[in-house]
């Protein structure tokens, strides 16, 4: 399973060289017998996309925000099966049911990560 992520401002490793390690927020993961899988990770946080060329003209078209809610990118993959590459979202983070993608109206969302209180986090799917 490769998972991928932003930091906790909302910035890609590949967005701050120098910054940010090389592979910071990403990883590769197997999970156990039954499917389980675990990590541990700072949390992400919601972060604009670029507003400039044809994705800028259609936000201010469709007087549309650009930001994203804090998610988790996954690619999943099991012998016999395709690949699935998906996302879970953060509950409770801004712009959860309005993120620009969703022109239909929110997504059902069948599974939410928690944050407790505090720096770390936890999560189950």
């Known amino acids: 399973m490769d998972v991928w992520q932003c930091d906790a401002n909302g910035f890609?490793?590949?967005?701050?060289?120098?910054?940010?390690?090389?592979g910071n927020g990403r990883g590769l993961f197997h999970t156990d017998s039954e499917g389980r899988f675990r990590f541990r990770t700072v949390l992400p946080s919601h972060y604009p996309i670029p507003t400039d060329g044809p994705v800028g003209r259609f936000l201010r078209a469709t007087g549309r925000h650009p930001y994203r809610p804090a998610h988790i990118h996954?690619?999943?993959?099991?012998?016999?099966?395709?690949?699935?590459?998906?996302?879970?979202?953060?509950?409770?983070?801004?712009?959860?049911?309005?993120?620009?993608?969703?022109?239909g109206g929110a997504p059902k969302i069948s599974a939410r990560i928690a944050a407790p209180a505090g720096a770390m986090w936890q999560g189950a799917m």
């Open 12 to 22: 890609y490793d590949i967005q701050q060289p120098g910054v940010q390690p090389a």
């Open 74 to 103: 996954f690619i999943v993959r099991a012998d016999g099966h395709a690949p699935l590459t998906t996302h879970v979202f953060v509950a409770g983070s801004p712009h959860l049911d309005s993120q620009m993608t969703w022109l």
